[in-house]
């Protein structure tokens, strides 16, 4: 038996994997303390309850698993940053404020680039569970981003590109 036979939990981690993985932790703690900052800013309650979820469905579960991973691993953890206190959104000045297409917009790229991250780390793993994980994380992913689509459309938030209506011939 090799050493990447058997068991994948006792199979090393290649440094394509580590950087991922620790890559991955470090902006998923700089997501959640992002969010709870975009958090204090949103007026739609739907776009809150989404928000809420991300953070505590999505990233923070991501984060307890993939630090478990790394700690198993032997491999130090990337620094995060602290919780964000709520705040009041009528004491933020109308100017400095994010407005809420403005936070759906940035959540929905965060969301496509988390698919594109997860997609590239199950490419480049060699250890089944690891490719396991980011294949859980990116079905997550995507369930937040039809939900995300979905709120940008009835919210009238969406800025599509130009569409391409395909008439025909001889009118």
């Known amino acids: ?10 199979e090393p981690m290649h440094y394509g994997e580590v950087f991922g993985v620790w890559s ?11 969010y709870q ?8 309650d739907d776009l809150k309850k989404l928000l809420e979820d991300i953070i ?18 032997g ?9 964000r206190p709520n705040a009041c959104l009528e004491n933020i000045p109308p100017g400095a404020r994010f407005l809420d297409p ?10 496509a680039a988390g698919l594109v991250a997860c997609s590239t780390l199950i490419g480049q793993s060699i250890r089944e569970d690891i490719a396991v994980m980011y294949g859980q994380f990116h079905m997550k992913k995507a369930q ?28």
Do not use: Q, Y
């Not at 991955?24 to 992002?34: D, E, F, I, R, T």
């Not at 900052?37 to 739609?44: E, K, R, Y």
């Not at 981003?145 to 209506?165: D, F, S, Y």
């Open 37 to 44: 900052t975009l958090l204090n800013h949103t007026g739609d």
């Open 75 to 83: 491999i130090g953890l990337p620094p995060a940053p602290p919780e």
């Open 1 to 10: 038996m090799g050493i990447l036979s058997g068991n994948p939990k006792e």
């Open 56 to 73: 505590e469905n999505g990233l923070k579960l991501e984060i307890e698993e993939v630090e478990t991973l790394l700690k198993e691993n």
């Open 102 to 111: 403005e936070i759906a917009a940035k959540v929905s790229a965060d969301i």
């Open 24 to 34: 991955h932790l470090l902006a998923a703690k700089g997501m959640v303390s992002a």
């Open 144 to 171: 937040f981003g039809a939900r995300m689509l979905r709120l940008n459309k009835e919210k009238g938030w969406l800025v599509p590109p130009p569409l391409h209506i395909n008439k025909a011939e001889g009118c």
